[in-house]
Nanobody
Framework: QVQLVESGGGLVQAGESLRLSCAAS????????MAWYRQAPGKQREWVAT???????NYADSVKGRFFITRDNAKNTVSLQMNSLKAEDTGVYFC?????????WGQGTQVTVSS
């Protein structure tokens, strides 16, 4: 089981940027595809972006061209650069493996975008 700790959230205005980070425990981090997910108030958690072992990436249509996922296998971290933020990006952001493993969910980090 991998322990995941998200950070970097905050309160920003629409159009601004944030960079989220996820620190993972475990020496086998590099073999997993990793992803970011988010949960808006009153809604189900949804997938945002994935980065595979070969560093290829996939994005939800709602964030494509604005969000960018990267990973640093030496530091066991995965990051999400979020640009041109919109009010609808508000929510708690989580990282996890792709596909997600239920036992790996952390506390997440809150992102609030004011319009």
């Amino acid at each position: 089981q991998v322990q995941l700790v998200e950070s970097g959230g905050g309160l920003v205005q629409a159009g601004e940027s944030l960079r989220l980070s996820c620190a993972a425990s475990g020496s086998i981090f590099s073999i997993f595809a990793m992803a970011w997910y988010r949960q808006a108030p009153g809604k189900q958690r949804e997938w945002v972006a994935t980065i595979h072992r070969d560093r290829s990436t996939n994005y939800a249509d709602s964030v494509k061209g604005r969000f960018f996922i990267t990973r640093d296998n030496a530091k066991n971290t995965v990051s999400l650069q979020m640009n041109s933020l919109k009010a609808e990006d508000t929510g708690v952001y989580f990282c996890n493996r792709w596909p997600a493993v239920n036992g790996n969910w952390g506390q997440g980090t809150q992102v609030t975008v004011s319009s």
